[in-house]
């Protein structure tokens, strides 16, 4: 069914429903209408996730060939490990000026631009449900940063100065700020900029 493949795409992007429907221009409902069977996506709407992401407008609407037309792109994919001290200059700094940077494979389709970090300290591990425990990979996609909204982890540059941090976003509206999961750690409420969106993890060992 396509509203089958719709959520199995969504899945192996690894997106939220909001992100799903600017990727296609169209509203966060149209994308809740389609996993639901209630619509079905329009042929603009497949030829921009085709434009956009490699999406095979056959495979969605009828289950004909792979997921997506590039090969090899459901595959995953390796992202750079780079020091926290270089989160800031991604992705001006390319690999090459990293030394002996180690390339991380991700579980997950990534962006081109999509970076491997290790998790620093306890704030980010929880005491139940989601955690990010210290020395855990994590990969960030700059290129998703317009689309983080609230309860997302993301990597934000503390402003002023160049200090960069792992947490979650809150944004009600009313209140925009960084929350640790670890409940020790008090709410980071000064002003700043997120960088990337933490689209995974992976735990060595």
């Known amino acids: 069914m396509v509203s089958e493949r719709i959520k199995t795409l969504r899945n192996k992007l690894g997106i939220k429903q909001p992100e799903l429907g600017r990727l296609a221009g169209?509203?966060?409902?149209?994308?809740?209408?389609?996993?639901?069977?209630?619509?079905?996506p329009q042929r603009d709407a497949l030829l921009e996730l085709q434009r956009k992401?490699?999406?095979n407008p056959l495979w969605v609407a009828r289950g004909e060939g792979r997921m997506f037309l590039?090969?090899?792109?459901?595959?995953?994919?390796r992202a750079p490990l780079i020091?926290?001290?270089?989160?800031?200059?991604?992705?001006?700094v390319i690999e090459d000026q990293l030394p002996d940077v180690n390339n991380?494979?991700?579980?997950?389709?990534?962006?081109?631009?999509?970076?491997?970090?290790?998790?620093?300290g306890d704030a980010m591990t929880a005491p139940h449900g989601r955690s990010y425990p210290d020395g855990a990979i994590i990969f960030v996609d700059p290129d998703q940063t317009e689309s983080a909204a609230d309860g997302d982890s993301v990597i934000?540059?503390?402003?002023?100065?160049?200090?960069?941090?792992?947490?979650?976003?809150?944004?009600d509206g009313a209140n925009r700020y960084l929350r640790a999961l670890n409940p020790a750690y008090l709410p980071i409420t000064q002003d700043f900029e997120v960088l990337g969106k933490v689209v995974g993890m992976w735990v060595e060992g």
């Open 53 to 55: 992401r490699s999406v």
């Open 70 to 77: 590039q090969a090899g792109i459901d595959d995953r994919h």
């Open 83 to 92: 020091s926290w001290s270089a989160v800031g200059s991604w992705p001006g």
């Open 26 to 40: 169209v509203s966060k409902a149209a994308v809740s209408q389609w996993e639901r069977g209630l619509a079905e």
């Open 104 to 120: 991380i494979l991700c579980p997950i389709r990534t962006g081109p631009n999509t970076y491997a970090l290790r998790v620093q």
């Open 156 to 171: 934000a540059e503390l402003l002023p100065g160049d200090q960069v941090t792992f947490r979650t976003l809150v944004d």
